[in-house]
C-alpha cells in the first residue's frame, strides 16, 4: 500500500476509554499520523495541535460519515454488563454500534480497521460476553477491508475513575496464576491496557494485510517496552 510517512489520519473510537486514553496518546506521539480524530459522546480533558474531536451522538452515527475519512479506524468502544444494566443495551453498544462504525468505516474507503474485542471471543460460546465479541469479529472480518487486525486481551490492568470488582478480583487470581505457571499461562495473564494500545499502533504501521488475530500473549510480545502498568 501506498502511504507517505506522516500522512495517516486515524479514526479513533473509545477514546475515553482504558485502552482508547493510551492508544490517542501513542497516536499523536507517531510520526506516521498527521491527524487523530477521536469520536466520542464527551471531550477529551487535553487538546493537541493533531488532535480533532468530534462528539457525536452514537445512535446517529451517520450524521458524523462526513468525518469518517481516513487510513486506520481504531475501535476500543464497550461497556460492562453493570454498566449497560441489561443484556440488550450491552449488545447496543458493544455489537451495534461497533458494527455500524466499521460499516460507514469502510464505505468511507478506510483500509485499515483495528479492533479491541477479548480473550475467548467465539460466536459458538455459551457465554453471552464471548459470544457477541466472537459475532462481532466474523462481522468485521468480511466486510472487505485492506486489513483488519482483531486483538483479543485477557483481563486489563490499568487505573480507572470507576471501581470494577469482579475485574480488579479477576485480575488478581490470574496474576497469581500466571507467576506460578509462567509461560504456559501467558495467554491468560493480565495485561497492562497501555500494551494492548501499544501493540495496536505498532500493528498499523507494518501495514499487512488481510485478517490478523492477536491473543493475549502475543500482544504481550508485540508491546514488549509497554507491557508494564504505569
Ligand atoms: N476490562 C477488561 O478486562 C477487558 C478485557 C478484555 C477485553 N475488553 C474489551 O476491551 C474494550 C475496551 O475496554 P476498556 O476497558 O478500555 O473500555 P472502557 O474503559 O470501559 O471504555 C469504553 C469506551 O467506550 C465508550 N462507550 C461506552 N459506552 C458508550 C455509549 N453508550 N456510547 C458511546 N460510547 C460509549 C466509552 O465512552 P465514555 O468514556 O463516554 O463512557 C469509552 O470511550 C472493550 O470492548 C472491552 O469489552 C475488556
Given at each position: 500500500?501506498?502511504?507517505n510517512?506522516?500522512?495517516?489520519?486515524?479514526?479513533?473510537?473509545?477514546?475515553?476509554?482504558?485502552?482508547?486514553?493510551?492508544?490517542?496518546?501513542?497516536?499523536?506521539?507517531?510520526?506516521a499520523?498527521?491527524?487523530?480524530?477521536?469520536?466520542?459522546?464527551?471531550?477529551?480533558?487535553?487538546?493537541?495541535?493533531?488532535?480533532?474531536?468530534?462528539?457525536?451522538?452514537?445512535?446517529?452515527?451517520?450524521?458524523?460519515?462526513?468525518?469518517?475519512?481516513?487510513?486506520?479506524?481504531?475501535?476500543?468502544?464497550?461497556?460492562?454488563?453493570?454498566?449497560?444494566?441489561?443484556?440488550?443495551?450491552?449488545?447496543?453498544?458493544?455489537?451495534d454500534?461497533?458494527?455500524?462504525v466499521?460499516?460507514?468505516?469502510?464505505?468511507?474507503?478506510?483500509?485499515?480497521?483495528l479492533?479491541?474485542?477479548?480473550?475467548?471471543?467465539?460466536?459458538?460460546?455459551?457465554?453471552?460476553?464471548?459470544?457477541?465479541?466472537?459475532?462481532?469479529?466474523?462481522?468485521?472480518r468480511?466486510?472487505?477491508?485492506?486489513?483488519?487486525?482483531?486483538?483479543?486481551?485477557?483481563?486489563?490492568l490499568?487505573?480507572?475513575?470507576?471501581?470494577?470488582?469482579?475485574?480488579?478480583?479477576?485480575?488478581?487470581?490470574?496474576?497469581?496464576?500466571?507467576?506460578?505457571?509462567g509461560?504456559i499461562?501467558?495467554?491468560?495473564?493480565?495485561?497492562?491496557?497501555?500494551?494492548?494500545?501499544?501493540?495496536?499502533?505498532?500493528?498499523a504501521?507494518?501495514?499487512?494485510?488481510?485478517?490478523?488475530?492477536?491473543?493475549?500473549?502475543v500482544?504481550?510480545?508485540?508491546?514488549?517496552?509497554?507491557?508494564?502498568?504505569?
Amino acid at each position: 500500500m501506498n502511504i507517505n510517512k506522516s500522512s495517516k489520519v486515524a479514526l479513533v473510537f473509545g477514546g475515553t476509554g482504558l485502552i482508547g486514553g493510551h492508544l490517542v496518546k501513542f497516536l499523536l506521539s507517531n510520526s506516521a499520523y498527521q491527524e487523530i480524530r477521536v469520536f466520542g459522546r464527551r471531550l477529551l480533558s487535553f487538546e493537541h495541535p493533531k488532535l480533532r474531536q468530534i462528539v457525536c451522538d452514537f445512535d446517529d452515527l451517520m450524521s458524523a460519515t462526513d468525518e469518517m475519512q481516513g487510513h486506520d479506524v481504531f475501535i476500543c468502544l464497550g461497556t460492562t454488563m453493570a454498566k449497560a444494566g441489561s443484556k440488550e443495551a450491552f449488545y447496543k453498544v458493544d455489537h451495534d454500534y461497533v458494527v455500524q462504525v466499521a460499516e460507514i468505516s469502510k464505505a468511507q474507503n478506510v483500509t485499515q480497521l483495528l479492533l479491541v474485542s477479548s480473550i475467548g471471543a467465539d460466536e459458538t460460546s455459551r457465554f453471552f460476553y464471548n459470544k457477541v465479541k466472537g459475532q462481532v469479529e466474523n462481522k468485521l472480518r468480511s466486510m472487505g477491508f485492506w486489513s483488519v487486525h482483531i486483538f483479543r486481551p485477557s483481563i486489563l490492568l490499568g487505573e480507572r475513575n470507576e471501581s470494577r470488582f469482579g475485574e480488579s478480583f479477576a485480575a488478581f487470581l490470574m496474576k497469581g496464576i500466571s507467576a506460578i505457571s509462567g509461560k504456559i499461562f501467558k495467554k491468560y495473564s493480565p495485561i497492562a491496557s497501555q500494551a494492548v494500545a501499544a501493540a495496536m499502533v505498532q500493528v498499523a504501521n507494518r501495514l499487512e494485510s488481510g485478517v490478523h488475530i492477536y491473543e493475549s500473549d502475543v500482544i504481550h510480545d508485540i508491546a514488549g517496552q509497554y507491557d508494564k502498568v504505569s
